[in-house]
């Protein structure tokens, strides 16, 4: 199916029972994002909000909310998508001579954009962003924010289409210092495309003009996202996916997407910013209160009937999760092709895909080496850790296939098969006063933490504990040790206090299990506030450790020394304790989940949907 807006995209999902259009009134604030992760948690239908208190256009969510749906909506389109990305070197050669990539069956006409003029599209009508779903989504948030924009600026050395770039950057609606309906925020970083224009523009001293696109064709929001080849446009990628050119005209010297529900135009001005935040993200945190560029609104578009399309973004795994599948399934994996001798490299979704990498690579030095270890692995390592968006990462695990075939995706088979084999005195190397990921609070400064590398190469080391050493059932202080998975166990401390403190308590803790003698079996121990929490679910694990601890401040060791400025230990002690600086966990509201209920009920929109 090829839409052409995102009616069409709805009346097909319903066709298909892919959707649910909710009756009832409903309200933006929290009780639609709730619902959303209830119904995306059941791994249930897309929504549509028909009913929405305090404006009169509807809303939907939950349309990726299934890797099986995305691919529904792109079914007619996929295969000729994924031919063209494939062409890596110069993707446009499919577009400039159709007739010789015949194979993908694509042709230029449904892919270069197309311009319509300088007047608005038939009947669009001029709003208010006050007029907009104000959709609050955590009890905490700032305000109202947009989360599935298409944010389209051109480059002002190189004005015209063919230069811009549409990104999905989170604009906030509401709050804060805002003044309404005359001022959004923007929240991105410097190096994104958007920012790149930002700073042409600053050292022109003219402000940006900006144009944020809601709605249209699903294809149109799935651009904004994807990590397109060098010499492929988001305009272009978006008419091969939806088998339609990406249609625009211009207004007031602003760009205008044709089949968009929704047109924001606005100029940002330099150095001109405004508290930004918070807001609840993807690693099941608030990301804070920090300047963000501020957006003077010119105008407010909507197209007769226009639908608000949104999601929720918690802790995952949620609807970005299915993006990301989606997009991987689409691209391939881009970073095995770009460095060599990477076989696969998962980005762990119950960590908050940046915090936790799991790799495979080649190890073809040791050959030459009297004894197994990491080597080409090393190099490998800094290659991932410097390449793109997993250069965010702060752990990396990473191995190399010998007499067995490894899967990433299969987290405790992967873990397990490192923790056996890696060598606590020798494989484990830091980087120290580095950058992480912006909304990643558990290091020392926005943007600023660490990274360490686990590295697994050679012979079986050790057996690992498949239950709890006696031991760590032991130890004064700390208490409820639990069997995480084979090797790992959660152990229950002291509310974190200081890092002083934390020193001497970790120094105990220590002291008291080399005391005990040899413990080989348990290379990693998880120091947490919850130690049932941690050792219930796996991704429980993953969450909590990997989000809530900074690897050069909170790891730590059981006869820990260095020798040549290189870190070694007996036993891993991971202290994932919240911290007093760490970001606030996102928690729903109970009155607003109680509420919810009525919609579940039978005879009720949702009465259908079975809740876990």
């Not at 290659?383 to 990462?393: C, D, H, N, P």
């Not at 080989?520 to 694990?541: A, G, H, Y």
Request: hydrophobic share 35%; glycine share 8%; net charge negative.
């Amino acid at each position: 199916m090829m839409y052409k807006n995102l009616e069409e995209c709805i009346l097909d999902l319903e066709k298909n029972g892919h959707l649910i259009r909710v009756h009832e009134e409903v309200d933006p604030y929290l009780e639609m994002a709730a619902l959303h992760l209830k119904v995306h948690e059941a791994r249930g239908p897309a929504l549509l909000f028909e009913n929405v208190k305090g404006t009169k256009f509807r809303a939907v969510s939950n349309l990726f909310g299934t890797v099986e749906r995305s691919k529904f909506l792109f079914r007619n389109t996929l295969d000729a998508v994924q031919n063209v990305i494939s062409l890596r070197e110069d993707p446009m050669k499919a577009l400039k001579n159709p007739f010789k990539h015949i194979g993908t069956g694509l042709a230029a006409s449904k892919a270069l954009p197309l311009k319509k003029g300088n007047s608005l599209p038939v009947a669009t009508q001029e709003i208010n962003i006050s007029d907009l779903p104000l959709i609050k989504h955590w009890p905490d948030d700032g305000g109202a924010f947009v989360t599935l924009p298409q944010v389209y600026t051109e480059d002002p050395e190189k004005p015209g289409i063919m230069n811009a770039n549409l990104g999905m950057y989170r604009i906030q609606l509401t709050g804060n210092e805002y003044e309404v309906d005359k001022e959004i925020g923007l929240h991105y970083q410097i190096h994104r495309g958007i920012g790149v224009h930002q700073e042409k523009a600053n050292k022109l001293g003219k402000p940006l003009k900006v144009s944020i696109f809601i709605g249209g064709p699903p294809a149109h929001t799935l651009a904004a996202v994807m990590p397109l080849p060098e010499g492929l446009s988001e305009m272009t990628f978006a008419g091969l996916l939806s088998g339609r050119r990406f249609r625009y005209s211009y207004q007031d010297g602003y760009c205008i997407s044709n089949d968009a529900d929704f047109v924001i135009t606005g100029e940002i001005y330099p150095n001109d910013t405004k508290p930004e935040g918070p807001f609840g993200d993807h690693l099941g945190y608030y990301s804070l209160i920090h300047p963000f560029p501020v957006m003077k609104v010119h105008k407010v578009y909507a197209k007769p009937n226009a639908i608000w399309p949104f999601t929720v973004v918690g802790r995952p795994p949620q609807e970005d999760t299915a993006f990301g599948d989606l997009i991987h399934e689409m691209t391939g994996d881009a970073i095995s092709q770009e460095i060599p001798g990477v076989k696969e490299v998962h980005a762990v979704d119950a960590a908050g895909v940046h915090p936790l990498l799991f790799a495979i690579g080649s190890e073809r030095y040791t050959p030459y080496q009297q004894v197994k270890q990491p080597t080409e692995l090393l190099t490998i390592a800094n290659r991932i850790l410097g390449t793109g968006q997993v250069s965010l990462a702060k752990y990396l695990f990473i191995t190399a296939e010998e007499n067995q075939p490894l899967d990433t995706h299969k987290e405790v088979d992967f873990l397990t098969y490192i923790l056996e084999r890696m060598d606590l005195r020798r494989d484990i190397h830091f980087y120290t006063n580095t950058t992480i990921d912006t909304l990643d609070y558990s290091g020392t400064g926005l943007n600023s933490g660490s990274k360490v590398v686990f590295a697994a190469y050679g012979d079986k080391k050790r057996e690992l504990c498949k239950e709890v050493p006696s031991e760590l059932n032991e130890l004064r202080g700390f208490e409820h040790a639990r069997l995480v998975m084979p090797g790992v166990v959660a152990v229950q401390g002291p509310n974190f206090s200081t890092y002083e403190k934390a020193q001497q308590e970790l120094a105990a803790l220590s002291k008291s299990i080399q005391s005990k003698g040899s413990l080989t079996s348990c290379p990693m121990i998880i120091l947490c506030d919850d130690s049932q929490f941690v050792s219930e679910t796996l991704k429980n694990f993953m969450w909590v450790t990997f989000t809530r601890s900074n690897p050069s401040h909170d790891i730590y060791g059981v006869n820990s020394y260095y020798e040549n400025k290189h870190w070694a230990c007996d036993n891993i002690i991971i202290d994932a304790r919240i911290k007093p600086h760490h970001a606030p966990p996102l928690i729903p509201d109970p009155t607003v989940e109680k509420n919810i209920e009525r919609f579940f009920t039978k005879g009720a929109s949702l009465g259908g949907i079975k809740l876990d």
